[in-house]
C-alpha cells in the first residue's frame, strides 16, 4: 500500500455524509483551518454555529473496533498512530476552548446516522433559518421529506 495514494480530504464517508447534510438543506464549509494551529482544517465547518464535525479514518486515528498495526516498522506505526490520536484530543480541546461544539465520527459509522447527529445539534441554528443561503428546492420526482428531519438521540461518547 502506498501511503501517498490513501487520501486525507473528501474521503468516500466524508463525501457520504456531506451529501445528506447538504439535501437535509445544511451549508457548511470544508477543510477549515484552525485558528492557533497550524496544519489543522476541520472536516465540515458550521461557523454561524461554531459546529465542527471530524470523519476520522479507523486506520490513522487508531479506532477502537477496527485499528490495525503493520507488522514492518511497528515501533514507527505505534508511534505515528498514538500521536494522531493526542493530536485529536487537543484539537477537541483547542477547538473547545474557543467555544466550538466538536462532533467526532468514526469512518465505519453508518453516513445516515453521523449526518443524524449534526442535524440534531443543528436544529436550533436550522430552525432560525441561520444555516442555508437559499431556499430548498424539492424536484417533483421525490415528495417525501428529507430522512433526516427527525435526528437519533445524541450518541454519548
Known amino acids: 500500500m502506498r501511503m501517498r495514494k490513501q487520501r486525507s480530504r ?48 479507523c486506520f490513522w486515528h487508531g479506532c477502537p473496533e477496527h485499528a490495525t498495526f503493520p507488522k514492518a516498522n511497528s515501533a514507527f506505526w505505534r508511534e505515528k498512530i498514538d500521536k494522531n490520536a493526542l493530536r485529536d484530543t487537543r484539537t477537541t480541546a483547542h477547538l473547545e476552548a474557543l467555544g466550538w461544539t466538536v462532533l467526532r465520527f468514526w469512518e465505519h459509522e453508518a453516513p445516515e446516522y453521523v449526518a ?35 435526528a437519533a438521540a445524541p450518541r454519548q461518547a
Request: glycine share 8%.
Open 10 to 57: 473528501d474521503t468516500k464517508p466524508e463525501v457520504a455524509v456531506r451529501r445528506l447534510l447538504h439535501s437535509a438543506g445544511l451549508r457548511f464549509r470544508l477543510h477549515r483551518h484552525i485558528p492557533g494551529m497550524n496544519r489543522s482544517t476541520i472536516d465540515i465547518a458550521f461557523p454561524g454555529p461554531h459546529v465542527a464535525v471530524f470523519i476520522d479514518g
Open 116 to 150: 443524524a447527529q449534526v442535524v440534531a445539534v443543528l436544529r436550533p441554528w436550522k430552525a432560525q433559518g441561520a444555516l442555508t443561503s437559499y431556499p430548498r428546492i424539492r424536484s417533483s420526482s421525490s415528495s417525501a421529506p428529507c430522512p433526516l428531519g427527525q
